[in-house]
């Protein structure tokens, strides 16, 4: 991928250059080497391996061998940690502002395909519904955000062929991707079409809006990659990921991290106001943000 930029955001709350905002948004997807150091990864891989032996033992696991965990957060310390990725979340709130928590993650081990998979148009832009409800009727109008991912990639994708996913940088600007007319035979991929190849420790955002796919794992490595993504707190969350808010792991949560899980007082302070219909400045990401001078009212987002 061309648009590559290296681990250089080491507390979390450094401002997004004018330009890192305008390539993103222009491209929908940004690759971040050396996003995890080594002890942290390893310790993430520790984590996925026990939860993977726990969801095997309960019969969650596929024949084949994958699983795909929705709602993973809670199962390990190191897991809550990635909410405020030090080397990610300026391009959080950089990018989507202070109004937001995380509706949806999931954990993937993909093993190397045992038998060739038959062909598949896997081709989606991520939303469900969003991609329909809001939009409107003038093709030239791309769909709204809404929301972000990140994918935190702790095997070794850095070659092709090993399950990584691909995308068409770009592509969130367009509602519509022409789709074969067979999609169930052995099609070539669209035209822009990039595999993201990435080290163990990368991680790559990306618009929900961007066109993509996952790819086949016809290698001998076993994928192993963490998604976290990020909407707008007045947006219902999509995944089933109950909290024990007894837990030392909710106690080890910081104020910011307790509303990217969805902590709120109430309802309202979700639409980020009071009940008087003026902004909550006691919401903790927005207070974090205003305390460090990082509001901006040039950037409606983080007015």
């Known amino acids: 991928m061309q648009s590559t930029v290296h681990q250089e955001m080491v507390g979390g709350y450094e401002p997004l250059t004018p330009a890192q905002r305008a390539e993103f948004l222009e491209r929908g997807v940004v690759l971040v080497r050396g996003a995890l150091d080594e002890d942290r990864r390893q310790r993430l891989e520790a984590a996925v391996d026990r939860v993977y032996a726990e969801e095997r033992a309960a019969g969650r696991v596929k024949d084949n061998g994958a699983l795909h965990l929705l709602g993973f957060l809670p199962r390990d310390e190191e ?13 959080i709130w950089g990018v989507a502002g202070w109004n937001i928590y ?3 993650n999931h954990l993937d081990v993909t093993p190397p395909v045992r038998a060739e998979e038959p062909p598949s148009w896997g081709w989606h832009q991520d939303g469900y519904r969003q991609n329909s409800d809001p939009e409107t009727l003038d093709p030239a109008l791309p769909r709204p955000m809404f929301s972000l991912k990140v994918g935190y990639v702790l095997s070794d994708l850095s070659r092709t062929g090993r399950g990584a996913t691909k995308v068409i ?12 007319a067979d999609p169930g035979a052995a099609n070539p991929d669209p035209l822009g079409t990039v595999e993201i190849t990435a080290a163990p420790g990368d991680a790559f955002i990306f618009d929900r809006r961007l066109w993509h796919s996952r790819s086949a794992n016809t290698s001998a490595v076993t994928r192993k990659i ?14 089933d990921m ?3 808010r007894g837990s030392a792991w909710w106690r080890n949560r910081t104020p910011v991290q307790r509303q990217l899980l969805g902590e709120a007082p109430g309802t309202i302070n979700y639409w980020g106001v009071k009940w008087d ?19 901006d009212r040039s950037v409606p987002w983080l007015r």
């Open 169 to 180: 940088p770009g592509s969130h600007l367009r509602n519509t991707l022409e789709r074969p």
């Open 226 to 239: 963490l998604f976290v993504g990020y909407t707008y707190r007045w947006i219902r969350p999509l995944d």
């Open 79 to 91: 897991f809550g940690e990635l909410l405020t990725a030090p080397a990610v979340f300026p391009y």
């Open 277 to 295: 219909g003026y902004v909550d400045e006691d919401i903790p990401l927005r207070r974090e943000l205003r305390e460090r001078g990082l509001l």
């Open 242 to 244: 109950p909290v024990d």
């Open 102 to 104: 995380s509706h949806h």
